[in-house]
């Protein structure tokens, strides 16, 4: 069974804060890590694709890829209200993604 | 560049009925996926198809599901019959699909909310 963990939250933190989302993944052969943004009654939106250990840093965002640990994190810096939403985890491996139940989100003003 | 599109936007129906959604992959994405996101979880992939065939319905319920891809680009997903614990989002996404890790980017339609009464 192909599974992808997330903490399902809530997830509070101060306007200004950083926000920090941890996933962690089941199948080895996943090669492709992504995150996904989903506000109430919408669809998902990508944020950031990892491929290769270590950082990449897009913005006020950064994901983090630890294939070893088979572990994956995005940080929010400077969090803003607007990022207050679902953060979906998903991973890869040819083209079989396999998504987290996602971690909520709230940034309080 | 158009994004996935999909139709209708909501559906309610009652139990025992049949219905059907619609897709239309972004331009010169070889790969489409039908998911089911049921509230509060995050989207179960059901069936995917690279150009017309099928590549993965392992999670796919065909005693009431099917779907097909007839020309390699639009899609429907039909439910026949339905029951109340089909009630979900489905979604459509598209991909590249043509190797390389990238093309495993996949791009969301707006989804189809499906009530069953």
């Known amino acids: 069974q192909k599974e992808v963990e997330q903490n399902s939250g809530p997830l509070s933190v101060p306007e200004g804060a950083i926000a920090s989302l941890n996933c962690t993944y089941s199948?080895?052969?996943?090669?492709?890590f992504f995150w996904y943004r989903q506000y109430s009654g919408k669809s998902p939106e990508l944020i950031m694709s990892i491929y290769s250990n270590g950082d990449k840093e897009d913005g006020r965002f950064t994901a983090q890829l630890n294939k070893a640990s088979q572990y994956v994190s995005l940080l929010i810096r400077d969090s803003q209200p607007s990022d207050s939403a679902t953060y979906l985890c998903a991973a890869s491996n040819n083209n079989d993604m396999r998504f987290g139940a996602g971690t909520r989100l709230t940034v309080k003003p | 560049e158009a994004g996935v599109a999909q139709s209708p936007r909501y559906k309610i129906i009652e139990k025992r009925q049949s219905v059907a959604f619609w897709c239309n992959p972004i331009s010169g994405h070889a790969t489409l996926y039908w998911y089911q996101q049921i509230l509060g979880q995050g989207p179960k992939l059901l069936i995917q198809f690279q150009n017309n065939g099928v590549v993965d319905d392992s999670q796919l319920p065909k005693d009431r599901f099917s779907a097909e891809r007839l020309k390699g680009v639009d899609s429907t997903l039909k439910i026949q019959p339905a029951k109340l614990e089909d009630s979900a989002v489905y979604l459509c996404?598209?991909?590249?699909?043509?190797?390389?890790?990238?093309?495993?980017?996949?791009?969301f339609g707006p989804g189809t909310r499906l009530t069953v009464l």
């Open positions: 996404a598209s991909s590249l699909g043509r190797g390389g890790l990238s093309t495993d980017t996949q791009y």
């Open positions: 199948d080895r052969g996943s090669q492709s």
